[in-house]
């Protein structure tokens, strides 16, 4: 492979390799191929991006056939950037799930990720709808295994949940395409961009991929599978479904959105979605201040920052399109450090309620910078990746004069620091007599922190994202 094609396959192939080696071999030596492989899958994400932005978008025809009739992987600014979140976060994460799962359970977590991690990038990569849909349930059915990968019973029950509500939205989803396609003889994205026209066919087609994705990422009120499958999965694996999982099929949505629906679809429509997005936001936090469970606050505060990144379909202004990603990315460091920092703290003192965490941050310094640092991105405070996100879309509801979607930011920011402070205040106090507190690996505190401090660094050097962003973006 040469040029473009080996650019864009390596992202793909080096993970799916490093998943079928560590089916082969025993754990040791699935601890150093992971490593290898979240090493050598970064480089060549960094490699592509670097390509992207000084080449500009580049293409790729998949057996030689180009469009219509073949499949094309597509690599512009978003998709690099996506690549790139999925390799910083993936990876870190990993680090802390070879300490925190027993033998089996890491044996079988690390390929299964590997897998996952396939999908998510041929994902961001694919620009044929039915193609998306391929990669997406690959991308789901490694999602069921890894949820169950304990095989007790929450795990078990978390992995159905997730499973009976994901296959009505895949249904969903083709069922759209598969309308597209009648209708207009396309499944690239381009070429649907070019040939869709406002109608009846078009507008079920929309709404149906758009319930469809709205299932599986989840927006209010199709959310009711989320916290108890948060709760239920292994840490890591919670990590990953917030962090990254999730955003695939917002990623699916948010691309059909932009460059397929938004030109033919009626405005009413974005502000329905944009108000179920709030509803998220105000709903979700709320919930997640009324919870006793660490691991409970940050699922359900998962279901209040899904809410702020619909709030792009009704401005839909280069600033909200900019502000949604970043915050896509902000969100999966900080929401993956955070849940990671839950799980440090029951390894060490067995305990998840907010009680247990009275006089640890003195012994688990780390875990604790990393839970403030992570809430800081979700309150939006400077500086900050969520700082950054909620800026671009608070002067986009300015500038379009829908001044209320800025009230729902700051009502949202207000109740994140409501709960993020809820998490944090005990921590501080002296530490309980008669309480354990267990030494955890130093690779399982600086994972969490690591991630903070990406979601931290987003917030002082955003002129390299939104300018990779603007790369081949749709106007």
């Not at 839970?371 to 671009?392: C, R």
């Not at 309480?435 to 050097?461: K, S």
Request: glycine fraction near 10%.
């Amino acid at each position: 492979m040469t040029g473009a094609s080996a650019l864009m396959a390596w992202p793909v192939v080096i993970p799916l390799l490093g998943a079928v080696l560590a089916l082969l071999v025993g754990r040791p030596a699935v601890r150093l191929i992971s490593g290898v492989t979240s090493v050598a899958t970064l480089s060549a994400s960094a490699v592509l991006a670097w390509e992207v932005a000084h080449r500009g978008v580049l293409r790729q025809s998949i057996g030689g056939w180009g469009v219509p009739l073949g499949i094309e992987w597509r690599a512009d600014g978003l998709a690099v950037l996506m690549l790139l979140t999925i390799a910083l976060v993936g990876s870190l994460t990993s680090v802390h799930a070879l300490d925190h799962l027993p033998d089996r359970e890491d044996r079988e977590f690390l390929p299964l990720w590997l897998l996952v991690w396939c999908a998510l990038n041929a994902l961001v990569l694919s620009a044929d709808a039915f193609n998306l849909y391929v990669t997406l349930e690959l991308t789901t059915l490694g999602a069921v295994a890894l949820i169950a990968v304990r095989r007790d019973s929450p795990g078990l029950d978390g992995g159905l949940r997730y499973l009976l509500f994901a296959l009505p939205g895949s249904l969903c989803y083709l069922l759209g395409i598969a309308l597209l396609y009648g209708a207009y003889a396309a499944l690239d994205v381009g070429l649907l961009a070019e040939r869709v026209q406002p109608g009846p066919v078009t507008w079920v087609a929309a709404a149906l991929v758009t319930v469809g994705l709205c299932l599986k990422t989840p927006l209010f009120p199709l959310h009711v599978w989320l916290p108890p499958t948060y709760a239920g999965a292994p840490t890591p694996v919670t990590a990953l479904l917030s962090a990254l999982i999730s955003k695939g099929s917002y990623y699916v949505l948010f691309r059909l959105w932009m460059e397929v629906f938004a030109p033919v679809m009626d405005a009413q429509v974005a502000q329905l979605l944009g108000l179920l997005g709030a509803a998220a936001v105000i709903w979700g936090s709320l919930l997640a201040l009324l919870q006793s469970q660490l691991k409970r606050v940050v699922a359900y505060s998962s279901v209040a920052q899904i809410g702020y990144l619909f709030l792009v379909f009704p401005m839909a202004t280069e600033d909200a399109r900019a502000g949604a990603i970043y915050l896509v990315v902000s969100h999966a460091a900080a929401k993956a450090s955070m849940f990671v920092a839950v799980g440090n703290i029951h390894q060490a003192v067995g305990i998840t309620t907010l009680g247990g965490v009275q006089g640890l941050a003195g012994r688990m310094p780390f875990t604790f910078l990393a839970l403030g640092l992570g809430g800081i991105s979700l309150i939006g405070i400077p500086p900050s990746g969520g700082f950054i996100a909620k800026w671009l879309l608070l002067n986009a509801s300015i500038s379009t004069g829908q001044w209320w979607w800025g009230v729902v930011l700051l009502v949202g920011s207000l109740q994140a620091a409501a709960y993020v402070f809820r998490i944090l205040r005990g921590s501080f106090l002296p530490l309980p007599e008669g309480v354990t507190v267990r030494a955890i690996p130093l690779g399982n505190e600086l994972a969490p922190f690591a991630l903070a401090l990406i979601a931290l660094v987003l917030g002082l050097v955003p002129w390299f994202p939104l300018g990779l962003l603007a790369v081949g973006a749709a106007r």
